[in-house]
């Protein structure tokens, strides 16, 4: 196995409220290695975006709570000054945000908002910034880039303005790319062609990669592992395969299950997960999927650690059933739900 690029080690979030304390982010752990696709999949609330947004030092509230380690080449990210965490952000580990109507500044031109990154980083006078700007609208597909990097971010489409963004994380050559839910908003036709666009530039400028996303769909084709989160928790991790054909945590199976299925007849209705995300203030004791899951016994009570229950030691989960009682319930639960 290669030397990882990125380590997390037992990373922590919390902040304080009036309510009490919020665990967003309780004992998350990965390893990203070079030129990997690392998927991060939950629902709305289960800690992924806080998760990779505390990597990049992103959250500046004063009542947030920290801890744990985040190795990026065997540097503590969590220990380095702001000057230093400035020149590791948007040049070594970038980020594509999850809105880019939001994200871009609209008064600002797209060449002028791609063109900011690289004079920062980079030791080149403005045409040769504007230039590499031009070549970058080019590459992630967008039509006359050289009259079209003058535009204002109202002026692109949602698909236009997502490519735009990729394109300003991609302008330093990061070794690490953070996409946060890059295909949020935009129509399945266009979600395919980012997808497709971020594995073709993965390869291009020789980037690991971490796609978050709420649908496991989305990362089916590009991933190579995937954690599966849920309360603040990875709940399950594993290759993309092991994931997908052989799932081992309830709440993986709900996930996959909520998949329409184009090979079957239609669905008379979605299958959905029963019940709602547990307060993040006040969980409920033990495993915190123990509520909405309908395979819940007595030794839930009791909070399972993430270890591997399978032959595989790199497929690891949180659940106490047993893996032959896994194999008999878990088809009910995907097929089932498909046909529902």
Known sequence: MPQPLLEVKDLRVSFRTEDGVVKAVDGVSFTLSPREVLGIVGESGSGKSVTMMSVLRLINDPNMLVSGEVLYKGRDLMKLGKGQMQEVRGDEIAMIFQDPMTSLNPVYRIGDQICEGILTHQDIDKPAARKRAVELLQQVGIPHAGSRVDDFPHQFSGGMRQRAMIAMALANNPDVLIADEPTTALDVTIQAQIIE????????????????????????????????????????????????????????????????????????????????????????????????????????????????????????????????????????????????
Request: net charge neutral.
């Open 197 to 340: 666009l971020i594995d073709k530039l993965k390869d291009d400028f020789d980037s690991a990669v971490v796609l978050i996303t709420h649908d496991l769909g989305v990362v089916a084709d590009i991933a190579d592992r995937i954690a599966v989160m849920y309360a603040g928790r990875v709940v399950e991790f594993g290759a993309k395969r092991d994931l997908f054909y052989d799932p081992q945590h309830p709440y993986t199976w709900g996930l996959l299950g909520s998949i329409p299925r184009l090979d079957r007849p239609k669905a008379s209705r979605l299958y959905s997960i029963e019940g709602t995300p547990p307060s993040l203030i006040s969980p409920p004791q033990g495993c915190k999927f123990r509520p909405r899951c309908p395979h819940a016994f007595e030794k839930c009570m009791e909070e399972p650690e993430l270890v591997s229950r399978v032959d595989k030691r790199d497929h690891l989960d949180r659940c106490w059933l047993d893996p032959a009682t896994k194999r008999v319930t878990r088809y009910n639960t995907i097929e089932g739900g498909r046909a529902a």
